[in-house]
Structure formats: structure tokens, C-alpha cells
């Protein structure tokens, strides 16, 4: 191989990328425009829908649906959330999660049977030791698995941005099953 295959080998393997670089930067403003409008992320095989999960979770029979479970919820608790969702939809679906598991941690804590936990167990974990001190349902540990699932959604894909409408209702949902495990730590 001498210099000129060298060159045109060269030119021909940065073509495409530079091409694409170059489309890139030309069309920037476009694109920023439509950066809102993205719902769909593809992060390997992983392909988010939060906004579709959420609302899919919300209208399936796993949803609190009786009106006693949403009057006990701490108010001042939701409405900081949801003020933190209009400002950081990111933040306010974690914030919400670690309230949810700490709420569950300590109504673990309370099962009479045991006394104090004797071990760690794992946020995966967690619903199906809820379910053997008898507090909580197995409507309710899908409901736990649904909501944590979407968490690391959010925590763990890059770009994804949920919008304010899907956080609060990701809030509504965990705030019931809360609240329930908050009254079985006391």
C-alpha cells in the first residue's frame, strides 16, 4: 500500500462520520426545537416509555382506587413533591421512591413476629418480606415492583426526562401504598 491508498482508505472510513458531524451541527437549532417532543428513548435494548408505563400502571386495577387510602396521605408531603416535580421531574420521581422505601423499611421493622430485622434485604426484595409479615397485599407488591421498576428508569437511562404530568401521577400512585405502610410502622 502506498501513500495515495493510504489517503483515499482514510478519507473513505471518515466520510460517514464526519458527514454525520457535520448534519449535525447544521441542523442544531432544529433539533434542540424537537428535544421537548421526545418521549422514546433507546438506551441499548432498554427502551423507555415512562409516561406510557405510568399511565398504563395508573388505569390498571393495581392503582389505589378507594377514596379512604387517598384521604390519609400526608398533603404537605405531596405538595412538596409535586413542587419539586414542576422543578425537577427527575428528582421528584427518586424522592418520591425513597420515601416509598423508607416507609416499607420501616413498617418491616415493626412485624411484631421477627423484632428488629435481622438482616439487610434489598429494595428487590423488600415487597416479598412486606407480604410475609402480613403487611401489605400481593396487588400491592406489584404495585411496589411497578413503581420501582419505573424509578430505575429514570435513575439509570441516560436522557430520559419524564414530563411533570406523568411524575405526578408516578406521585399519586406511591403516595396510598405510603401512607399504608407508614400506618403499619406506627
Known sequence: MNGLEFTASIVESLAWPVASIFLVLLLKDE??????????????????????????????????????SSRIVDTASKTFLFQLAELHPRS???????????????????????????????????????????????????????LRRLRNDVAHLIGLEPTQEAVRSYIELASPLQSRLEGKAR
Not at 104 to 110: E, F, S
Open 31 to 68: 433539533i434542540v426545537k424537537l428535544a421537548p417532543f421526545i418521549k422514546r428513548l433507546k438506551a441499548g435494548p432498554l427502551e423507555a416509555e415512562f409516561e406510557r408505563d405510568v399511565r398504563e400502571l395508573k388505569e390498571s386495577e393495581l392503582a389505589p382506587q378507594d377514596a379512604a
Open 92 to 146: 421528584a420521581v427518586l424522592e418520591t421512591w425513597v420515601r416509598l422505601e423508607a416507609a416499607a423499611r420501616a413498617a418491616l421493622l415493626q412485624d411484631k413476629t421477627k423484632g428488629p430485622m435481622a438482616s439487610y434485604v434489598s429494595a428487590a426484595r423488600l415487597a416479598e418480606s412486606l407480604v410475609k409479615a402480613g403487611v401489605i397485599d400481593q396487588s400491592e407488591v406489584t404495585l411496589y415492583h411497578e
